[in-house]
């Protein structure tokens, strides 16, 4: 099976690098956190995780420290790349390590995956690519650590919306009462991930929901942020994460977007209660999850606004 040859692959490796998609949120930092203090539990000690940059909230969970905006060496034995459909969503500037790497692996929840490893690990119905990881450790015999289990569940409990969405399973309650029992303090991971917000934080969400506007006689919500606001709110990376699900908490509400714009144009996040989103998302060269999804428009907001709303109307007929 896959998971024994990754696990071969693992004991003969003595350099790791691990990844995930840019913009990396609590499942992507939980997942390759919590594998990289695995590997470290296995007596690996040469790892590098990459991201340019990622929300401070999660700087508490172990082994943070290995995080680094740039390698340390050329070349690895084994590149894995977690919670991340295709290698276009990890920052290009890491795709050279990936590429040269002896061995590839990845490990994802995504609906639409490209399969682009030597060993691919893709379970689309998982509530979260920390989940995955957990089972696999669980069917290798690998008994997760204590120091692993805080940064899985980190992973959890971010992406399922603090055991929020549908997409829950019994195993998630499962790990969460083990990992409790293990003297993980899931309260503590719950409010700093999900309860506790910065200045600069409120004030995004605030000025998110001040300009949210409903569409399609109430179906439709839209907001945006600009990269003005950003500037003048001081917005700290993985701070606009929680604007996107704003709008969906609203009674009759289907589709909530949300606009932030980057570089290279608006990025386009769509949350909702039962229209699949990933459809619409991918129209625009994006994807993602049935309700969770996002694509980039390079054009400006109000073109980009009338695309997206134009397209999530058709799917609410």
Same mark, same amino acid.
């Given at each position: 099976?896959?998971? #024994?040859? !990754? ?5 003969? /490796?003595?350099?790791?690098?691990? $990844?995930?998609? @840019? &913009?990396? =949120?609590? #499942?992507? !930092? ?5 594998? /990289?203090?695995?590997?470290?539990? $296995?007596?690996? @000690? &040469?790892? =590098? ?269």
């Amino acid at each position: 099976m896959t998971l #024994d040859e !990754i696990l071969k692959e693992i004991n003969i /490796a003595n350099t790791f690098v691990i $990844m995930a998609h @840019e &913009n990396p =949120d609590g #499942d992507a !930092i939980g997942s390759c956190l919590g594998f /990289a203090t695995m590997l470290k539990s $296995m007596g690996k @000690e &040469n790892i =590098d995780i990459l991201f340019k940059e990622y929300p401070a909230a999660f700087n508490n969970l172990p082994n943070v420290d290995l995080i680094k905006s740039e390698a340390s060496r050329d070349n690895y034995d084994m590149a894995i790349v977690l919670d991340c459909p295709e290698l276009k969503r990890v920052s290009s500037c890491y795709h050279e390590y990936f590429e040269n790497a002896k061995v590839k692996a990845q490990f994802d929840h995504h609906l639409k995956n490209a399969m682009f490893a030597d060993y691919n690990v893709v379970n689309p119905v998982a509530p979260a690519c920390s989940q995955i990881l957990v089972s696999s450790f669980g069917y290798l015999k690998l008994e997760v650590t204590k120091e692993a289990a805080n940064c899985f569940l980190a992973g959890i409990i971010t992406d399922t919306g603090g055991f929020r969405f549908e997409s829950v399973t019994p195993e998630t309650f499962e790990f969460a009462g083990w990992a409790l029992s293990k003297g993980v303090n899931v309260s503590k991971i719950y409010k700093e991930t999900m309860m506790t917000k910065t200045k600069s934080q409120f004030e995004a969400e605030k000025l998110a929901l001040n300009r949210l506007e409903f569409l399609a006689d109430g179906k439709i919500t839209f907001t945006y942020i600009t990269k003005e606001d950003e500037n003048s709110l001081k917005i700290k990376p993985g701070e606009t994460d929680g604007i996107a699900g704003i709008g969906i908490t609203i009674k009759d509400v289907e589709v909530a977007i949300f606009a932030h714009e980057r570089a290279n144009g608006f990025k386009m996040s769509f949350r909702s209660n039962k229209v699949d989103v990933a459809d619409i998302c991918m129209i625009f060269g994006g994807g993602g999850h049935k309700l969770a999804a996002g694509c980039t428009i390079n054009s400006t907001l109000e073109e980009a606004k009338k695309a997206v709303i134009k397209e999530t109307e058709k799917h609410l007929k």
